[in-house]
């Protein structure tokens, strides 16, 4: 079964927004065996749109699109499923009872024609209602094909792809099963990963395909397999990817998408019951922000400073100008003392310490290349620093130094879970 995804807005074609929607709706069909043809973005134009149902008609079995059912002019969708499927607006009492009762019982202000018009929909269409919002969803089919015409706004998209879309398709139609395992690994390239994992990939089932997700950092290889019988295709995942750990289990940091390793620390972390601290130059605060994007991060994050200028790592951490004057800002030294004396006033199990030269010129008083960068661990036994190069441009350096960051403190936990 195969859909496509359509967004309409010219303010995504404009780069005025990103479109999230598409992601959102694709994750939640590819979950119930509905496999996506393709996603495509077009303009609030009449033509345009016609075209691109034209195109789609008896190719595809869902059609889904999201925006242009706003109560303004430049929103023609409704109109243009009416031209398609040569059909009247007409107002759907149980829509305008919901727009009023929302606008003049929740906003407290008295209803405008434009509001009333939200109510308006296609006679032919099965309306699927939209309880967070004042523009309804419709369904309407065309020989093989459906078209599904969501609201752009994300979470009214979204109340009505779970509540009224999954359920109705499930209903509709039988779908294969589709398994996804995505393994997450850290440390290690694409290629490398690649040549590792040669001979096991040549012997994978005909069923199951192997991706290779590459990131700063990290390399994700997601398995999916796809049939009838779910049992035969979990378990044929799960036996691959016990003999995949076998091969690269040092590099793997956990399984899903959602796992990313600040999730993977934060579990850790808050199992072992340790704690972590940061003091950061280069990444401005970029690695606590990962860190605590994860809930419950207050567990075991205590703190950050970003010691962005040579004054604050004297005056706030209390590190000597001498030894800033005799080694510069971006060093090894500087960056083991940023480590100890955070983890110090922190009182922490752990601690980061980063300074570097991220560009594009070079700092006041440092000596080291543009895209140098040291980084020290405070652990409970040691400090450890590393310095790495991560060249250009400096989205980059920062990037990859809070990866970095995030890679050496897991190697050093796991040490200790192990």
């Known amino acids: 079964m195969k859909a496509t995804i359509v967004t309409i807005g010219d303010e995504i074609l404009i780069g005025q927004i990103v479109d999230t929607n598409s992601g959102f709706i694709a994750k939640s069909l590819d979950k119930i065996g509905v496999e996506i043809d393709e996603m495509i973005s077009i303009s609030d134009n009449k033509t345009h749109i016609l075209d691109t149902f034209k195109k789609l008609q008896n190719n595809v079995d869902l059609v889904l699109i999201t925006g242009g059912l706003g109560p303004t002019k430049d929103d023609v969708t409704k109109k243009t499923f009416c031209d398609y499927f040569e059909d009247q607006l007409v107002t759907n009492e149980a829509v305008l009872a919901h727009v009023t009762e929302l606008i003049e019982g929740f906003f407290k202000r008295p209803i405008t024609q434009l509001n009333k018009d939200q109510a308006l929909v296609p006679s032919k269409a099965t309306i699927l209602f939209n309880k967070v919002g004042t523009a309804p969803g419709m369904w309407m089919k065309k020989e093989n094909t459906v078209f599904i015409s969501l609201p752009g706004v ?46 096991w990939e040549n012997n994978l089932p005909e069923f199951i395909k192997l991706a290779y997700l590459p990131s700063l950092g990290r390399v994700r290889l997601r398995l999916s397999a796809r049939g009838t019988d779910k049992a035969v295709l979990e378990q044929a995942i799960d036996e691959n990817v016990t003999s995949l750990t076998a091969i690269i289990g040092d590099i793997i940091v956990g399984f899903e998408e959602e796992e990313t390793i600040e999730f993977v620390l934060g579990k850790l972390l808050t ?30 994050f205590k703190g950050s400073v970003v010691t962005y200028t040579k004054e604050i790592k004297i005056n706030v951490l209390g590190i000597s100008p001498e030894m800033i004057e005799k080694y510069s800002v971006v060093s090894a030294e500087v960056a083991t003392e940023m480590a100890s004396r955070i983890k110090g006033i922190m009182k922490t199990d752990y601690a980061i310490g980063i300074t570097g030269n ?44 809070v990866n970095k960051s995030l890679e050496m403190l897991l190697k050093e936990i796991l040490k200790f879970v192990l």
């Open 154 to 199: 994300p979470f009214e998209m979204k109340y009505l792809i779970e509540n009224e879309i999954i359920p109705k398709v499930v209903a509709a139609y039988e779908r294969p099963y589709i398994i996804h395992k995505t393994i997450l690994t850290y440390g290690m390239g694409e290629s490398m990963v690649a040549e590792k994992i040669e001979d």
């Open 271 to 300: 199992k072992h019951k340790k704690t972590i601290a940061t003091a950061e130059s280069c990444t401005g605060g970029k690695i606590a922000q990962v860190i605590t994007s994860i809930p419950g991060a207050s567990a075991y």
């Open 358 to 401: 991220a560009g594009p010129a070079k700092d006041d008083g440092a000596e080291a290349k543009v895209g140098t960068v040291f980084i020290a661990l405070a652990t409970p036994d040691e400090v450890i620093c590393e310095e790495f190069n991560f060249g250009q441009p400096r989205e980059k350096v920062i990037d990859r130094a």
